[in-house]
C-alpha cells in the first residue's frame, strides 16, 4: 500500500462533502447535497451517498455519466480521503472509502487532527481538553457502563499521547463520586476529582437566562415540559435546525437529522463544564482544542450538546468527535455494570 502521503493532510469529513459536490458541480449539474452514511447497516457498503431521486432531477433518465463515476473514483485533494469505488446503485450515487488506508493515514499521524500543533502556536503552548462525555452522566459506580469504561481507558491513553508531544492536556469532567475515582485508579487511570475542580454552578445560571431569550427556544413547549415529572427535567425545548442551516454547518459531519432538543439541567452543566474549563485554558494557552470522546450510542446527543454550546458561546473554541465502537457482553442476563463485570471475572 503507498503510504507517501500518511500525515500530509488530515482527511476531513467536511472537505470530502465539498470535494464530491464541486466534482458534481464541475460535470455541468446543478448544485447537489451529498449525504454521510452514519447508520452501521449502510455502512457496510457505502460512505456518501447522493439519493436515487435527486438524481432523477440532475440527470436524465436518473442516469449519472460514465465519465463523472470515474472522476468522482479518482478524487485527488488536500483533505479527501481515498476512495475505493464510485457507483450507482439502487440507493443512488454511492462512494465507499478506501478504509484501509483511510486508517493507516489517520493512525500513521494524528498530529494534524490537533491545529495549530504546538510548534506552530506563537508566544503561548496548545491546550487539548479532552472530554470524556459518558463520565457526566455517571452519578455512582452501579451506573459506569462497559462502554463508558471504554471510552475512559481512550481518553487516559489519548492524554498520555499528546501530553509525549508537548501538549498540555486537561480532562473534564472532574469525577463526583468516590467509587467511580477509587475504581479508576485500581485500572491505572488518575482522574480529577470534583473537589479539584471548580463549581459550574453561576455558568448554568448564566446559560438559563440566555437560553430563556434565545429564538431557537420554544418557549410554550418548554414552559409545559417543565412542569411535568421528567428524569431528567426538560428545562428548554429546542430546534437546532435552523440554526445549522444559519452557520452552513450542514457539510460539516453532523446527522442530518438533528433539530428537536429537549435540554436538561445535565446537559447545562455538560456544557458548562466544558465553557469554564476553556476559560481558564485561554487565559495562559494561545490555542485551545476540546476533543470530545464519547460511546457509539450518546453520539447523536454528543453533536447536540456541540451545537447548543455554539449557540451558548458563538466563540466557542475547536470542537472534535472521537466516537468509540460499542462493548458487548456475551449473554448478558441484564444491563452489565463495570463493578459487576470485573467481580465475575475475578470470581
Known amino acids: 500500500m503507498d503510504t507517501k502521503c500518511c500525515g500530509a493532510e ?3 469529513v467536511s472537505e470530502a462533502l465539498r470535494a464530491l459536490s464541486n466534482a458534481v458541480q464541475g460535470s455541468g449539474v446543478p448544485p447537489t447535497v451529498w449525504f454521510k452514511e452514519s447508520s452501521p447497516r449502510n455502512l457496510k457498503s457505502r460512505d456518501f451517498l447522493v439519493p436515487r431521486g435527486a438524481l432523477k432531477k440532475l440527470f436524465p433518465d436518473g442516469e449519472v455519466p460514465e465519465d463523472l463515476l470515474n472522476t468522482l473514483k479518482s478524487l485527488n485533494s488536500p483533505g479527501m480521503p481515498p476512495i475505493r469505488s464510485s457507483l450507482q446503485s439502487e440507493a443512488g450515487l454511492v462512494i465507499q472509502l478506501d478504509r484501509p488506508a483511510v486508517f493507516q493515514r489517520l493512525l500513521t499521524d494524528y498530529s494534524p487532527y490537533l491545529r495549530p500543533a504546538p510548534s506552530d502556536v506563537p508566544g503561548g503552548q496548545n491546550v487539548v481538553i479532552l472530554n470524556c462525555s459518558p463520565l457526566h452522566a455517571c452519578r455512582n459506580l452501579d451506573s459506569l457502563r462497559l462502554s463508558h469504561l471504554r471510552a475512559a481507558l481512550i481518553t487516559d491513553h489519548l492524554a498520555e499521547l499528546l501530553r509525549l508531544t508537548g501538549a498540555t492536556v486537561q ?5 463526583q463520586n468516590q467509587d467511580i475515582k477509587n475504581f479508576l485508579h485500581q485500572l491505572g487511570v488518575s482522574w480529577p476529582s470534583v473537589s479539584e475542580a471548580t463549581s459550574v454552578g453561576e455558568t448554568v445560571s448564566a446559560f438559563k437566562q440566555s437560553l430563556k431569550e434565545c429564538i431557537y427556544v420554544n418557549c410554550n413547549d418548554g414552559e409545559q415540559q417543565e412542569l411535568q415529572d ?12 435552523p440554526f445549522i442551516e444559519e452557520q452552513h454547518l450542514s457539510q460539516q459531519g453532523y446527522d442530518p437529522n438533528l433539530d428537536a432538543f429537549l435540554v436538561s439541567e445535565e446537559d447545562l452543566e455538560h456544557v458548562a463544564w466544558l465553557q469554564t474549563c476553556v476559560q481558564e485554558c485561554q487565559e495562559e494557552a494561545a490555542h485551545c482544542t476540546v476533543l470530545h470522546v464519547v460511546s457509539c450510542e450518546d453520539e447523536f446527543h454528543q ?8 449557540i451558548l458561546d458563538p466563540g466557542a473554541t475547536t470542537q472534535k468527535h472521537l466516537i468509540c465502537g460499542p462493548v458487548r457482553v456475551l449473554n448478558p442476563l441484564s444491563p452489565v455494570s463495570c463493578a459487576q463485570y470485573f467481580q465475575e471475572q475475578v470470581g
Do not use: S, Y
Open 10 to 12: 488530515p482527511v476531513r
Open 230 to 241: 421528567e428524569t431528567p427535567r426538560v428545562l428548554f425545548n429546542m430546534h437546532l435546525r
Open 171 to 175: 480532562l473534564i469532567p472532574a469525577v
Open 303 to 310: 453533536q447536540k450538546l456541540d451545537l447548543l454550546w455554539r
